[in-house]
């Protein structure tokens, strides 16, 4: 693989179901991030972690966890997933934290019904 | 609060010059970026600014004012493939991006 991956492209999930967004890079990336992009509003930092073993709170975390066993992947879980998570969810990692591009995963569409 | 202004529409004809605009308020500024994003895609980077200035970049160029809290993204001699929705995002004191909600630029031959 080069650069970001995400998996699966796309899902159909019933609403209360247990949920794992994969996300895997394989460019020695320190800092990985989470946002979801909703339609009329900017990306918002779900869960982020600057370094392997550690993560962060973003702007809305409520109902997601995140875990950073490596430096290359970094999973996102919906513990019981809701209606209102319906929405196309990014992976990205940047060299660092701050001042640092990010580069952004191919995004994955979840309909929660 | 925090909060990152841009134009939600924007029209301009291919072969012209468009100026599309970023105001912020935030907790804190580390920089500003300007992404890419074509519909269905993920977004790209374009650009960074952290000092006052025009930074530029073969057709695109970003200009940042931090006492205006103002950046505006300059893209020239447009493409059809410029289409696509332009993102501005402030790293704030905290190093997270906050970003706002992106300026869709339809190019019209």
């Known amino acids: 693989i080069a650069g970001i991956t995400q998996a699966p492209t796309s899902q159909i999930l019933a609403a209360g179901r247990r949920m794992t967004l994969r996300c895997t890079q394989d460019?020695?990336?320190?800092?990985m991030y989470w946002y979801r992009q909703d339609l009329g509003l900017g990306l918002r930092l779900i869960h982020y972690?600057?370094?392997?073993?550690?993560?962060g709170k973003g702007e809305v975390p409520d109902g997601y966890s995140v875990s950073r066993a490596n430096t290359d992947d970094f999973p996102l879980t919906l513990a019981s997933a809701v209606p209102s998570q319906t929405s196309v969810y990014f992976c990205?990692?940047?060299?660092?934290?701050?001042?640092?591009?990010?580069?952004f995963g191919p995004g994955t569409r979840l309909t929660v019904l | 609060g925090q909060n990152i202004d841009q134009p939600t529409e924007m029209t301009a004809t291919e072969g012209a010059i468009v100026q599309i605009n970023c105001t912020y308020q935030?907790?804190?500024?580390?920089?500003l970026f300007w992404y890419q994003q074509h519909a269905g895609e993920a977004p790209t980077f374009l650009s960074y600014?952290?000092l006052d200035g025009l930074e530029e970049k073969g057709r695109f160029s970003s200009f940042l004012s931090r006492s205006k809290g103002y950046s505006y993204l300059l893209l020239k001699e447009l493409q059809m493939k410029d289409s696509a929705s332009y993102l501005c995002?402030?790293?704030?004191?905290?190093?997270?991006?906050?970003w706002g909600a992106g300026t869709k630029l339809i190019i019209k031959p």
């Open positions: 990205a990692s940047s060299l660092e934290t701050g001042h640092n591009e990010q580069f």
């Open positions: 460019m020695r990336h320190n800092a």
């Open positions: 972690s600057n370094t392997a073993g550690t993560t």
């Open positions: 935030t907790s804190g500024f580390n920089g």
């Open positions: 600014n952290v």
């Open positions: 995002a402030v790293e704030d004191s905290n190093y997270q991006l906050i």
